[in-house]
């Protein structure tokens, strides 16, 4: 069995005793193992990045990007291994893995004009014959701690702006599915990055609680669960670190009853099943507004997610695949049955599926809740599963009150072709990040990401312009020159 | 004795029982008394701004900009009278509170801007016929924390940026000098805030913690020493929330061999002894480069000192006042006493000096010391009184060792005429605001104030840019329109 | 009776021999009597605008937006006689007169941000150790030509931003109702402005030529009707300037059949009759879809025109006033006549209004057209009255295609409530100025304005972003310094 | 022998009659030959673009760009060849042509940052419930036409930038060497670019006077001489178009008595005999303060300049080349025959170089002059062949008046150390692109390039950000929902 280890200062490294194994999800059989960091390693890594630090920091804004120019043509040239790999840990099918992919490059692209996004303020005479000017300097070293669910995607919404910035960088991906991760670090590495400008270690809570706590880490990015996300980020800034933690949501998609309720369930059936439902972003409630659209959509959905093909990765007629680990198959199920004991009526089950040749997977079928109302815990807590529940109110405002009730406010959604009930929705929703019968509105690579209320704790995004302000510390400089002399002095050394 | 309480709401209030007094610190006498606001009355500041949130935050931003033009006006038409409340409580000359009353209306007049500086960035076709666009919407209820070295700016740095963006805010300003805050408070009223947008509550720990800690109030911004930095910035974000903490410093101007000395001499004196040295840009080190530089530096500035006039607020022939308090007076000489303990050389003393008429002010004269090293506690920390310790290196990178060495990294400063060593120093020295013959570099309004290293806990600047940055959250909106109905319909309902 | 003369150099100048009368266009009769420039006087103003350049070109551009902050108080504290010396010249009422002058305001308070407006951009390492930054540096005298239908608004677009920018100013403002535009820039000097930096010449083509050929004068902005803005930009750019030239246009709103009709006959009155549709924004043709919208519109309209009421400035309660000219009364009279020859169905006739006490104004009536066909006169030309045309189309598409069609792009809006309507039409419309259910879509002052197609000549457009650019041109300084000479050089001198 | 034709609508194009040879000015022989377009074969690469435009605006800028990061690894796969096609035509040496394609790629890496430069600007709440945004729409077709010193770098100034932008496009390149340019349009196409989105015509004054008049051109960019570009300017203008021209250049270096000397010497040479001298930012004038700094200057330029090597551009060890033609040959050899004449002191003379092997070529050989005059016809005109001409002054102030007098303001350098005397020089001086230190300023391709006085009509500079306001238009749109209907109406309809 393969053996993970760390990329550290462009080496491979293996030499903790701590291991644990990596699953295949679909088969539901180990398939690597994994090296888990010891406090040593991790600082052996932040170590690695601080030496690379002030030569990279010198190194022209312009040369660093050209080092994404080239990191993005290699991920083009080895999507599909990428894909795989994705596959293989986390069970995503590889239409779905190039997608998530796709999203990554873009934040190369974005990345790719740092020259551009770098640009300081200049002020001439801020007073007589004084000017002024603000530069964006990098941080030092910062670390990233991912999620299993975007093994790629979300490393890559972070190291390349991270790196352009000048920043070295320590990445601590996901313990379930490290090995695309490790993997497009060393393509960056191919890229031209020079050794100990990225370093990624593989670990577990003594690997985060080292990156949060040793003084040298100026900076933490982190997705993940609310929970954690709120841990990290008191760690981080109690230990005087700046911190961008991204948590959980509940995205909820209004359905007005003048939406255009085919292109709605179209648009629903791959933000609710879409990678099993396991993204941030997954729209995991409709709320119907009024019993005539709520009838129309549970009939029109039930009809198209008799279509639905759930499998593995490998196989890409599959619309999605297992989720990650046993534990969370049965965590999933587990909000099923309680929806359903506290009255909620299960229109399709999903509990049952069995994947003929993956009978230990950890698959769970597309699933269709209605009734659901605000007390039930599986309205509360953030399932991320491969269910869509149903909500039915009496008027938008109904509809909006609940969303803004919850304690989430990642993505939010509305169906609709009024442009004063969008206007209406996208001004009052207390939520980061909305769509306009768009139902996964995660902004594009040149915008920046990020929810509301607990859905994100800091104040910048990720990615996008935020990324430069997180990534940066601003220099101030105020010049004066005092007195003529050199310039005055020729004229009195050579009179006419 | 005059009763100063609360500003909430836009009532003055004063129910709460527990009091202090308010000295001026040229007789030493107390003048006025203060209340001191309960847990419960910081609470009811709160709802009140909480109240007032959401008519704010509709106002269009144009009409919000409107409140800070009459405001500039109102606080030009009363300059004396709020340099002559600093001068009886701070003890300031009035020369120098109108100096600071102008630094801050310079960020009145940049939140005149709001319009501008508030607007967000949209793009066309992220996909085809799908726009996005962020917006920068007001946080809410937010929280201002200021010092009492400057009672007026300070203050000014926050509020007008905080409220244009659209939020409420709650201030607590020093309790040693509040007077000219509320005033000021007053003012922003009569300029057409509506009531509840601003308040402002005296007290101690009680008040404060309670805006730490209120789930309602969802940033803070902090200016004060590096302990209770630390403190304001661990705690708020241990509540969710996000924070800037300003802290302390140690700002050191290097001496170059080639600098126009009667000009370094002549800008020095004023960066050191200035407001009694308490300002957070105070120049409290001289690095000279080598013994020569230093040597003309000692001579010149003992004969610049012979002139230094200390006195009361109200002659404006004195270059500056007491300083803040009786126990200030004491750890200020306590400093001096410890660093000729230390071996070094005080060249002028200003530990004994009287000021006829106000024997009982907390006055310290100017102060020069030589010789001084880094291991000594004079050095280490910050005096905050009107000393100037003069250090002697034999190169301009011993001098930026010194200051990269040092906790703090606020302010900075160069006197030469090289532009290469001007270039060297502003790239490789680690602190946030550089001046290049420039002693008390703070950064005009429309660029940011903040210092790096222990001298500023969070990720954005305060005031100019960053202001909008902090007080504001981006809300991403991705839309797309999905048939043609309505406009293709006519086509149909009209044939010709 | 009164005589205006010129303002040059901070004085009032009437040396000048040519003369012509300025007429109340209420009263029909002379009230002043106008100095035409010639050569010399317009050449005398430039040149005490370029002796004035650079001590105003070196004052800092928070110092320059200061006078600003000061024209706005003065502006507001005028506006009562601003607003009659417009209602007795131009004739507009006394309501309309104050909107004008906001709007106008608006563009000061927008040039109160010149410090940030002004900023540069600074890249740090462009090379190693090599930095680069541009500047936005005033271009010296600029001139600037300004219509009669907004004497206070449209030099207003023009001068603030120039001014903060650093340029001096010349301008030739109309020579029908040059007096409340010769009253604001005195005020502008009062403001604090220095002698030269603005200057007013009135005048006729002789005026303006020696503005477009002289050498000094470095851009022009003109506002007018196109084929004088066409004669002024040929003839700006072949003398080797830059030159913003807007010229007419012809305003459509498509009305949808699902628009609000009460609301939106509403807002055509105001945007076509408003200031007897003498504005370049004016809506002056409404495209119904559709007869059941056609017929609808007509009858609503007709009801609402009933209650207009034409008559003298001084009167609020009248709607709007008289036309500027005899001869601009009888061409658009001329225009209705050839209409109705053509075909068109005249449904409310404003061609024989008469105005109590005013027998001798110059009134035009308000007029409603219906079934007005594309190959009318009147439909091709802008007739700058108050006249409503209507026509009707089968489709949006179909209204869209007459818009394309005509040679003008200024303004345009659409009414509908339907989402995707708007989106497609703000986007294939060639239109510069785009409303979605607002009929006068003038651009905020934070925003710039310009047409489209025959409109505009000219690359950037007038006030808000676009004119810092128009107004600066750029120059891009890279630093490199060579050696470490002094910075090391200490070293050497004083070893340990 | 080959012949060159155009490339329209994807295909290349030889039906025209006219032709003209191509020289390799190494040789002095004829190596292709060039078709000349007819009125009627440019109106065809007109009618292309047209048709091409409205899928090409559609396009999502991300899309755009992607071409962009193609065409990048395209141009760097046949660097080599390119290079080559450079050299056979304009003669310049392999590494120098290397060089100009190095800095054309960098052009095409700011172009893959268009959906970042495309973002328009959006603001909430313009008025209640109004909402205002600017979009950055492209113009349709655009035209370049380009000088024969750089066939690759110039045109990628205007290409890249404009196409990313949404427009289409045709070029003219020269008529003396369109090979390469040719060639990378080429590559464009292969790089994805659907068919008659980029156009090139070969020509002469028929094809330039086509684009210039034909009204569906809708902006001109040009670089050439400035009788030229004045030619262009006002023709496109006068036709109603935007237009950038970029004309003739004297570019003045100071050398100052503190300067580095073999830092400067080593500088200029490379600035002035670089591609010959043939680049408009050539650095053609030395101006020395003192004679001390002329006469060491002179010194040791005439010891540097033994060194030089002029030959053909095989092979690498040249340092230059020839000059394009032999007219121009003798012209640059006239102005050294009247420098001469007029007094003007001929230190090294390159009139009789003989390239063994080429000698038939266009060769000049590096000339130095001394005690150059301003009434010297070498002096005033732009001789665009390798010499340098060293002019001798008594003070800085001297030295800037000279160059503030010339015509030309496109670039210019000091040679100092001294920060005061490089603030006043980048302050004071009258030219748009500024070296401290730095012989050939030209900008980075994230800045925009352009200089003042004669050489540049127009107000934006070429490439960079200007760049994306030349090949935009601004469309404002002002949007408000006037009723609440289907979203209160939803309420209505389905009660509690």
């Not at 690997?207 to 040298?216: G, M, Y």
């Not at 396991?278 to 997610?305: F, P, Q, W």
């Not at 929703?429 to 040149?446: K, T």
Request: hydrophobic residues 40%.
């Amino acid at each position: 069995m393969q053996t993970l280890g760390h990329f550290i200062n462009g080496q491979m490294l293996a030499d903790d005793t701590r291991r644990q194994a990596i699953f295949n999800p679909a088969t539901g059989e180990a398939s690597r193992e994994l090296v888990l960091a010891s406090r040593e390693t991790v600082e052996q890594a932040i170590a690695a990045a601080e030496a690379a630090f002030p030569a990279w920091r010198d190194t022209p804004p312009l040369k660093r990007a050209r080092v994404m120019f080239r990191f993005k043509e290699l991920l083009e040239q080895n999507a599909d291994k990428i894909a795989a790999l994705i596959g293989e840990e986390h069970g995503k099918i590889s239409h779905d893995a190039l997608g998530e992919l796709q999203r990554g490059i873009e934040n190369v692209e974005y990345a790719c004009g740092a020259p551009e996004l770098l640009k300081g303020e200049h002020s001439k005479n801020v007073g007589p014959n004084i000017d002024s000017w603000s530069e964006f300097q990098p941080l030092g070293v910062v670390a990233g701690i991912t999620p299993f669910n975007f093994p790629v995607m979300v490393p890559l919404w972070m190291m390349p702006m991270a790196l352009v910035c000048g920043n070295c960088f320590v990445l601590k991906p996901s313990e379930r599915d490290p090995s695309s991760t490790l993997y497009i670090a060393q393509l960056l590495q191919e890229a031209g990055l020079p050794d100990g400008v990225l370093n990624l270690v593989n670990g577990d809570k003594e690997a985060v609680d080292t990156l949060l706590t040793d003084s040298r880490v100026k900076a933490v990015s982190f997705v993940g669960s609310t929970p954690i996300a709120e841990y990290i980020y008191a760690t981080a800034t109690a230990n005087g670190k700046r911190c961008q933690a991204l948590g959980g949501a509940k995205n909820h998609a209004i359905v007005m009853p003048d939406a255009d309720m085919d292109n709605a369930v179209n648009q629903l059936l791959g933000a609710a099943f879409g990678s099993s439902g396991e993204r941030c972003m997954a729209l995991s409630v409709a709320v119907a507004v009024g019993d005539a659209a709520a009838d129309s959509l549970i009939e029109k959905m039930t009809a198209a997610m008799a279509g639905l093909k759930v499998g593995a990765c490998n196989d890409s007629s599959n619309d999605f695949g297992p989720v990650i680990t046993r534990l969370h198959q049965e965590k999933v199920v587990g909000y099923i049955n309680s929806a359903e004991a506290q009255g909620a009526k299960i229109v399709v089950d999903g509990r049952d599926v069995t994947v003929p040749g993956y009978e230990n997977g950890f698959f769970v079928g597309g699933t269709l809740i209605d009734q659901v109302t605000p007390e039930m815990q599986s309205y509360q807590e953030e399932i991320f599963g491969p269910v869509l529940q149903v909500m039915r109110v009496n008027s938008m405002q109904e509809a909006m009150d609940l969303i803004n009730a919850h304690e989430y406010g990642n993505g939010t959604c509305i169906f609709t072709r009024d442009g004063e009930a969008a206007r209406y929705f996208s001004d009052n929703i207390q939520v980061g990040m909305v769509g306009i019968n768009v139902p996964l509105p995660v902004p594009v690579a040149y915008h920046s990401f990020g929810g509301w209320k607990r859905s994100l704790f800091g104040d910048l995004h990720a990615y996008g312009p935020d990324a430069v302000r997180f990534y940066t510390k601003r220099k101030t400089i105020t010049q004066r020159w005092p007195s003529a002399g050199v310039r005055e002095g020729a004229q009195f050394a050579f009179p006419s």
